[in-house]
């Protein structure tokens, strides 16, 4: 999927930055310096954080109705995945906790303050943004997903019109011989 609506994106990218700075702000709590070890888990935070945020996102703009009723489907669909997202991706690094190895511990505690940064950013400060401040309601994803289709659909027929007496039409998805 795509996100192609510009406010969009700076919102997203807002939070994708915010996860960030909570990031850096966090190394002198954990004890952490920028090294090598710290600047892989920068580049892999950056990536993690813009999951969260970005399913919230494409959500909202695929949802219809005012501003409100378009933040109450995403948090009704979306928010439980991404919440169950950032849980399992806890878990799944949760036992590099008990690793005798510094390099695994830095590992765990930054994916963990990424985890609560990716979360807090995206389940909560993007809602709040989209719900004041978000694409307006007139502007739907599906609106232009049909263009495209219908677009698509002209470019098969006009490809499939040639000079034989077989041709070829697409109706609902699916392709139709005639001869």
Known sequence: ?????????????????????????????????????????????????????????????????????????????TSVAVASGGFSTFLAVFFLIFARAWPFRVFFVMFFTTIAGGLYFGLLVLPVLLDTIGPEPE???????????????????LTQTSGSSSTSSVQDGATVAST
């Open 1 to 77: 999927f795509t996100i192609i609506h510009p406010l969009m994106v700076i919102l997203i990218f807002f939070c994708i930055a915010g996860t960030v700075v909570v990031l850096v702000g966090s190394l002198n709590m954990w004890g952490l310096t920028i090294n090598t070890v710290t600047v892989i888990n920068f580049i892999l935070a950056i990536g993690l954080s813009v999951d969260y945020s970005a399913h919230v996102g494409f959500a909202y703009l695929s949802a219809s109705g005012n501003r409100h009723e378009r933040i109450r489907h995403v948090m009704m669909s």
């Open 139 to 157: 502007w739907h994803f599906h609106e232009l997903e049909g263009i495209h289709e219908q677009e698509d659909v002209k470019e098969f027929q």
